[in-house]
């Protein structure tokens, strides 16, 4: 199985601050990685697919980058509904696996 | 709009049996594979497998083969998550979702989710 880490577990940061979240493969795994955001008691909502396409509705100041076993989320400025937990996947081989999730809180 | 519709949360005790349903809005529920992705408190996601209503055709994740079944009616749009016997370590939220492929490349990635199903297995 792919293994995925994410770092940091958590983090505390304010509103307008620039956020970057990362993912690392065990293998590589292209660019076959996607994100996801879960706010409390929600079901998680995919953000950005195959590393860095934006999904229909998912503001501009969420971005993504990477390919091979190194991935990155930035939010630009964190606005007041991006405090939640974010989940890396990797779309390149069954079985599908997520990070451990990072969770933004407010500074 | 396409929505999967899950069950109602669950109350049951270890050693019951239990079936959860997700229904699929929208004529498209053949042609797209349906997974399972398991939630425990306070914990992250763990994907449990999948299967395609057009044929049935079902794969499991290794920590989850014999321990759940899957399966689906197309007839009704509606794909189902069984236990036989539950334990108590089955108590989480189960989500179903989409799984789609991306059309530049042979990425898979989970786009549309329900709103999960709430186990709770208790004595």
């Known amino acids: 199985d792919i293994q995925m880490t994410q770092s940091p577990s958590s983090l505390s940061a304010s509103v307008g601050d620039r956020v970057t979240i990362t993912c690392r493969a065990s293998q590589s795994i292209n660019n076959y990685l996607n994100w996801y955001q879960q706010k409390p008691g929600k079901a998680p909502n995919l953000l950005i697919s195959?590393?860095?396409t934006l999904q229909s509705g998912v503001p501009s100041r969420f971005s993504g980058s990477g390919s091979g076993t190194d991935f990155t989320l930035t939010i630009s400025s964190l606005q007041p509904e991006d405090f939640a937990t974010y989940y890396c996947?990797?779309?390149?081989?069954?079985?599908?696996?997520f990070g451990q999730g990072t969770t933004v809180e407010i500074k | 709009e396409v929505q999967l519709v899950q069950s109602g949360a669950e109350v049951k005790k270890p050693g019951e049996s239990l079936k959860i349903s997700c229904k699929g809005s929208g004529s498209s529920f053949t042609k797209y594979w349906i997974g399972w992705v398991r939630q425990m408190p306070g914990k992250g996601l763990e994907w449990m497998g999948n299967?395609?209503?057009?044929?049935?055709?079902?794969r499991y994740s290794p920590s989850f083969q014999g321990q759940v079944t899957m399966s689906v009616d197309k007839s009704i749009s509606t794909a189902y998550l069984q236990w036989n016997t539950l334990k108590a370590s089955d108590s989480a939220t189960y989500y179903c979702?989409?799984?789609?492929?991306?059309?530049?490349?042979?990425?898979?990635?989970?786009?549309?989710w329900g709103r999960g199903t709430l186990v709770t297995v208790s004595s």
């Open positions: 299967i395609y209503p057009g044929d049935s055709d079902t």
């Open positions: 195959v590393a860095s």
């Open positions: 979702v989409r799984k789609m492929v991306s059309s530049s490349s042979s990425a898979w990635y989970f786009d549309l």
């Open positions: 996947q990797q779309g390149y081989n069954s079985p599908w696996t």
